[in-house]
């Protein structure tokens, strides 16, 4: 208004993603029948270029087929982790994805093949960033596939169940025969110095610990499952801190583990975890201690990339996490209404001195409490909230076994 010219900037992250794979254009049909559960399967192998620098990537789909007048039919939609595999004495288009389907929910949809795949998406596992996609594929069907057809068997007998959401659990279909006592698996938040759960008060856990690291989502989950690999463990529930509730859920979400095995109780619970986000995980993370210099970015904790990572989390695997919050006493003097003051110039109000509470939510999960007055680790102006002994109590007898 003064006639000063100036000119306005915003300073903001974006990832950058190389695209290492893209969808070829052709996908491969073949029925067969499992192993175990003896129920009809629809593989689907889908060809992709690819130039070998990143083996998993998320995909999904929607399956269509045909009616009874030769329409297009909605039969399902397909998401998941999957690895790039190589066909054996192959010289041309040797790398493909694999997909697969429970035939019951073309059953449901009373719909037979020939089959197309719609919106064919794959993203890479850094900010999930969309690398290549395809609005419609054919898929070239074997004799069995093609010759597949409804049974009569009506609709309203169809039961949708894990098993054909989720495919075939080992967990779950023996988790009667495992005999193994349940335990609590406790997971670190991103760039941890130490162990901050109270070992004490946790009656059976199994502690993961990788320190001052950095590693998203996927690399977290595949670690863990090294370790608990090696440890032989085949039921536990799990307690994470900061990122090990994101983690947890990840892990619940796109693999089969102990975690399927548990019965009556929470199966993930978490303190502090920014499952919708965090400013301090994308550039700001160079502030300091607030998530350790040497740590770097995390794309899975940035608002975008923690937003897009639970847009593909189902409703149902959300539901079993319970999970709390923690901020600094709301009616404390103005001066003293922050956990870290070099954090606070950048989170908005009520928050942890990572995490904002709002950040915190997870949208179909249960927030337990938000608890005044502690904060998320130590060294910031109010106590550490894993510190907290009536909690941790409360958390080891509300864990599933």
Same mark, same amino acid.
């Given at each position: 208004s003064d006639g000063v010219k100036f000119i306005r900037s915003l300073w903001y992250v974006f990832t950058v993603a190389h695209r290492s794979i893209e969808l070829a254009g052709d996908v491969r049909g073949s029925l067969r029948t499992h192993e175990i559960s003896n129920r009809d399967i629809i593989d689907f192998d889908i060809d992709v270029k690819w130039d070998g620098s990143q083996l998993s990537y998320r995909a999904f789909a929607q399956v269509w087929g045909r009616g009874e007048k030769d329409e297009e039919v909605p039969v399902a939609w397909?998401?998941?982790? @999957?690895? @790039?595999? &190589?066909? +054996?004495?192959? !010289?041309?288009?040797?790398?493909?994805?694999?997909?697969? !389907?429970?035939?019951?929910? !073309? *059953?449901? %949809?009373? %719909? +037979? /093949? /020939? !089959?197309t795949l719609k919106s064919v998406t794959l993203e890479e596992l850094k900010a999930f960033i969309t690398l290549s996609k395809s609005d419609r594929v054919e898929v070239t069907a074997d004799d069995g596939l093609m010759q597949w057809s409804p049974t009569s068997v009506s609709e309203e007998c169809i039961e949708i169940d894990w098993e054909m959401k989720e495919g075939y659990n080992p967990y779950r279909m023996k988790k009667e025969n495992i005999t193994e006592t349940g335990k609590i698996l406790l997971l670190h938040g991103y760039c941890a110095k130490h162990n901050g759960f109270l070992l004490d008060y946790f009656d059976d856990y199994l502690l993961y610990e990788d320190y001052e690291t950095n590693y998203l989502h996927d690399e977290y989950a595949k670690n863990v499952l090294d370790v608990l690999e090696k440890n032989g463990s085949t039921r536990y529930s799990a307690v994470g801190h900061s990122q090990g509730g994101p983690v947890a859920l990840h892990l619940f979400t796109y693999y089969q583990t102990g975690m399927d095995a548990v019965e009556n109780g929470r199966v993930i619970q978490s303190i502090g975890s920014p499952y919708l986000g965090c400013p301090l995980a994308g550039i700001l993370a160079l502030i300091g201690d607030a998530f350790g210099i040497l740590c770097g970015k995390n794309g899975d904790l940035t608002y975008d990339g923690a937003q897009r990572w639970e847009s593909l989390i189902p409703m149902e695997k959300e539901a079993e996490v319970y999970f709390? &919050? &923690?901020?600094? /006493? +709301? *009616?404390a003097p103005l001066l003293q209404r922050y956990c870290l003051l070099v954090s606070q110039l950048v989170l908005s109000a009520n928050n942890d001195g990572i995490t904002e509470q709002t950040k915190g939510l997870l949208p179909y999960g249960h927030l337990v409490d938000n608890y005044e007055g502690e904060c998320h680790i130590d060294g910031m102006r109010y106590p550490r909230q894993l510190g907290n002994v009536d909690r941790t109590k409360e958390i080891n007898e509300k864990a599933a076994r």
């Open positions: 397909m998401s998941g982790l @999957v690895d @790039v595999q &190589t066909r +054996k004495y192959c !010289l041309f288009n040797c790398h493909y994805i694999h997909m697969q !389907l429970d035939s019951r929910w !073309l *059953e449901l %949809a009373n %719909a +037979k /093949p /020939p !089959l709390y &919050t &923690t901020q600094y /006493p +709301k *009616e």
